[in-house]
């Protein structure tokens, strides 16, 4: 049977793109709901069966995409002593990590290649500790970064690996590690890895033995799809302009390999073409985006093969599905609704005109689909990526064939230079880039749903052709209608989408009043409070020791003010000069300038234009003037009805004693506990004095156990903490 003659087969696989979309946005839910998907899934796959219809099929597809999708599940960390329960082991069986501390493990080694100068990274599987207790998750892996610097075994060598252990909310990592080669282990004896493992590896060595660090770390990730290999720098740069589709190995890869391999062999050797892009997706680790994608050249090539030509989103139906039953559900992740969202899209657009303006046509349909989807997540768009996506593409034929020339005997001293004097282009070119404004474009008070509507809308008037139109018009005069001025008709439709466009544009872009409220995020040993007014948004503190600087602003930081339709900050104080205070500053100050209040030691002042708050900023009193931790600054912050919340940041002793004599005696609401709940010099008397209801203390993992929480428990106050997720308050409570 074809795929045109199944009735729904491309709505539907259009719906469980959109039901995959809404989990992957929504994240983990409630059991009940993946398990009643899951039933009506199966029902409405029946129904199909017994009589077919494409509205059962659309809606079997769409259940089967919110019961598909795993949810988010992050490393379990609970700390000692913290109150917290700790999940019901496997009768001892399993051992459960704690981030940020000293750790010892043993695991298999997959892959590992050199990172700059003096330092080499691996990635680790079959964790278990030295006295061989498997972790939370037999599939859990392990990303190492070690100061050695000679060259590790071959996959499937084990390994006993020493260091500092950690969680970025998503990944496991070991940093400033020591590694150390194994016998083989008892429960997984050592058995050679299989050949495309040990090809892998050759070449990953390869690359980094012939070219320089950057370009070797490009060229790993362009060729065997390893993205962790490239220059934090460069790839921040991409991320920051949207271009990151260019980097990963996806369908545009595959389309470039298809038509490099066609010029080069032309016809005496086409029977090779096909080994070779299997040869590819092998070397790319058989990754999702190379199997979608040679699934989908697969589908034309076999239809031309018949004599016939499959219409896109035909094969677009097809390639989704293949995929859906060959790859694990983990698989369908936002990079995975990304990327069918984009190719759709861009097979909606006609092909009326050739060339440049073709290209930016659909690199136009590809930024309109997938706008909503980065909006929702990360709360700004990359409007540049709708230029600099056709121009940057051009250097990727000459990286993928450099690439491979260098794997040659004795094509580096061609690819080398090359390779290098295009890294260094693209270096200057994306430096100068990252300065023009709206990269990314922060618009975290927009509604996702808004634009995703004007986007919808946008889309249409760039897929509709006047073509499509008067071919309508011709077949509904030949069934008996006729309509006096077709093209009049033509006009107006367009002038309508134009106005709707319009009216969408102008809702989202007026300013409206936002919920008031206090917020603390969470990012590990840090602090970051963000105060929203109804018109303004002020921030105290935005730092982590835990978390990089872009990882904040874009995972945290710019996520929570899109959730709360928040403006960008426009003002900020910091409690202190510490990196874990402000190390994020300087990025999110690139994204949107920010004004910086500061108040003497000694002194106060009273910050306007935050209503319904008011606020009230005093700089400490600091016994030794060079210690930077005991002065700074604290704010205080009055709300409805006499509500009152202080908040501190890393003050201790005499700092604190000083507060008690000048701020006001409790009870207060809410108090921001210093120093990240490890400070107890000169806090019993302030909370004595201050009598505070409620108590957060930002923290990470490795602050506990916190010494304040036996002061906090004495005196009967409650006390939240932002290991994972944030603190909340709303103005009205």
Known sequence: MKLASIPGAVPAAGMFLLACGWR???????????????????????????????????????????????????????????????????????????????????????????????STVAILDHLQSPQGRPLDRSDRSLRVLSRQTQLLGPPGSWYQVAGRLYQDRFFLHMEKARLRPVMFHPDHPWRPPPFWQRWRHWIRQRFHQVLSHPEAGMAQALILGE???????????????????????????????DALLKRFLGRRGRILRWPLLILMVILAGARAPAVRAVAFLFGRDWFRHRGG???????????LWVELALLDPRSANLGWVLSYGATAAMLAVPRKTKGRTLTLRLSLAAFLATAPWLHAIQGSLEP??????????????????????????????LAKPALSLLGTLEGEILAWLQELPGSPWPLTAWSSLWLAAGCWVALGCLCRSDKQDRDRFSQTEKGGLSFPDPQAWIRRRRR?????????????????????????LPVGHGLAVLIGGENEVFAFDAGSSDLKPHYLM????????????????????????DSDHGNAFPALHSRKAMEVMKVHPGEEIWIQGLAPWKLRLLGCRAEALDHSNAGGQVLELFGKDGWRGIFLGDQ???????????????????????HHGRTTDGLPELLDHLQPRRAWVSCGIGDFPLPVLPLLQRRGIPTQATLLNPLWQAYSE
């Open 554 to 577: 874009d995972r945290v930081f710019a996520p929570e003010l899109r959730r709360r339709q928040w403006r960008w900050p426009k003002r900020i104080a910091f409690s202190h000069a």
């Open 384 to 413: 540049w990526s709708i230029l600099l996506s056709p121009v940057l593409a051009l250097a990727l034929p000459w990286r993928l064939s450099l690439s491979l020339v260098s794997l040659l005997p004795g094509g580096p001293w």
């Open 24 to 118: 992957v946005l929504h994240g983990q839910g409630p059991i009940w709901l993946a398990e009643g998907a899951a039933l009506i899934a199966f029902l409405a796959a029946l129904a199909a069966v017994i009589r077919p219809r494409g509205l059962w099929l659309c809606l079997a597809a769409a259940a089967l995409g919110v019961a598909r999708v795993p949810p988010r599940s992050g490393l379990h960390l609970y700390p000692e002593g913290a109150g917290l329960d700790s999940p019901a082991s496997d009768s001892g069986r399993r051992e459960w990590l704690l981030g940020h501390r000293p750790a010892k493990l043993v695991g298999r080694l997959q892959q590992s290649w050199r990172h700059g100068q003096g």
């Open 227 to 257: 993205s962790g290999a490239i220059p934090e720098g460069r790839y921040q740069a991409y991320r920051r302009l949207g271009l990151l589709h260019l980097l990963a190995v996806s369908g545009l890869h595959f389309w470039l390999w």
């Open 652 to 674: 201790f002793g005499f700092s604190l004693r000083d507060l008690r004599l000048r701020l006001g005696p409790g009870p207060v609401d809410l108090l921001l506990l210093p």
């Open 496 to 520: 309508w989408m134009g106005w709707g466009l319009a009216g969408i544009l102008l809702l989202l872009a007026t300013p409206g009043r936002q919920g008031a409220g206090v917020l603390a």
């Open 309 to 319: 030509r499959a219409p896109g989103f035909h094969l677009w139906a097809l390639a």
